[in-house]
Structure formats: C-alpha cells, structure tokens
C-alpha cells in the first residue's frame, strides 16, 4: 500500500498550487480520501475530505472558496487545488485515506509535501 504526495513548493502569497495524492494496493474508489497538515510546532488540521460514494466535500473554515478537493478514480489519485494561499497555510500537507462502509484496511498515511507561502 502507498500513498505518494506531490506538487508542493515555494509560492509567494495569494498564488496558487496543486497536490496530488496517488494511491496503489488498496481499492482507492471505496476509500474516503482527506488531505491533513501540519505546521512547525501545532496539531495536525483536517483541512478537506471526498467521500468514496458521491463525491461529497468537506473543508475547514480557514480553506472554505479557496482550496478544492476533488479525486479521480480512474486513476487512483486525489487532488487539493490551493488558491489565494497566505502565509498561514505553510505546512506539510498529508494524504490520507479511509474505507468505507463494507471496506477494510488502512488508514493510510502519505509521507506528505511541504508547502510554504512567503509574504
């Protein structure tokens, strides 16, 4: 089982990333998938969750009209759009995925990819 994070970096204030989170070894289209970060010296964030089934979505307040999860299954992977990123979302951000109802296995945790926001 692997979950692979990507597409972190260096950005500048109010610019824009994209991660994506490719799963292998497990059935990834009746997982919920969730992307968590964590910045240097605070708890680890819930930022936003896609459900297996019908796709729906969850965010935390602070992330709400700026970032967008979304997954395709086809390709077993999961994506977290960031626009309008500010300094505060500084962290690395983890992949992490869930069964579903009738499901078993995991949690499983990707080694995550930083993101870093300058002002």
């Known amino acids: 089982v692997q979950l692979v994070e990507s597409g972190g970096g260096l950005v500048q204030s109010g610019g824009s990333l994209r991660l994506s989170c490719a799963g292998s070894?497990?059935?990834?289209?009746?997982?919920?998938m969730s992307w968590v970060r964590q910045a240097p010296g605070k708890e680890r964030e819930l930022v936003a969750t896609?459900?297996?089934?019908?796709?729906?979505?969850t965010y935390v307040d602070s992330v709400k009209g700026r970032f967008t999860i979304s997954r395709d299954n086809a390709k077993n992977t999961a994506y977290l759009q960031m626009s309008s990123l500010k300094p505060e979302d500084t962290a690395t951000y983890f992949c992490?995925?869930?069964?579903?109802?009738?499901?078993?296995?995991?949690?499983?945790w990707g080694k995550g990819t930083q993101v870093t926001v300058s002002s």
């Open positions: 992490n995925a869930v069964p579903s109802a009738g499901y078993y296995g995991g949690p499983y």
């Open positions: 070894g497990f059935p990834f289209s009746h997982f919920r």
């Open positions: 896609i459900s297996s089934t019908d796709g729906h979505t």
